[in-house]
């Protein structure tokens, strides 16, 4: 059976080298699943989250925006955070919702600010709610 080589790598290190007989990741604009001989293809990363998948066993992870690249069997994921879903408390991520809510927005800039806060918290929350 074919495998997928999967690296997930942020400014600060390499988070995860390992191999996944699938790979899914949030994109922008929607959810991709990668398998094994897939098309090459780069994409847009979204916030939310990243499954790996070997055998009967599930590895999620919380990323934050980025790219991903499927070379051959080899999937590159270059983001901003990348935290295993198990790290992440669903009450704290509450409480970043509540708070990234109440943020004052009275010019544009800060109303693209406020709702990227949101969004990045809505997403923590739903990868921390899927993982227990």
């Known amino acids: 059976m074919y495998e997928l080589q999967c690296i997930v790598v942020t400014p600060e290190k390499t988070v995860v ?3 996944a007989d699938f790979v899914a990741v949030t994109l922008f604009d929607g959810e991709i699943g990668i398998a094994p001989g897939r098309t090459p293809m780069i994409g847009r990363l979204g916030s939310g989250e990243m499954r790996m998948r070997q055998g009967a066993e ?5 990323i934050e925006g980025g790219f991903v690249e499927v070379v051959g069997d080899v999937v590159s994921v270059l983001t901003a955070r990348a935290i295993p879903a198990g790290e992440l408390d669903e009450a704290v ?3 970043e919702l509540e708070s990234a809510r109440t943020r004052t927005a009275d010019t544009p800039e800060l109303m693209t600010a406020r709702e990227r806060a949101v969004s990045q918290s809505r997403a923590r929350l739903r990868v921390a709610r899927r993982a227990k």
């Open 93 to 95: 991520e509450r409480e």
């Open 17 to 19: 080298e390992r191999t």
């Open 58 to 62: 599930t590895e999620r992870y919380y």
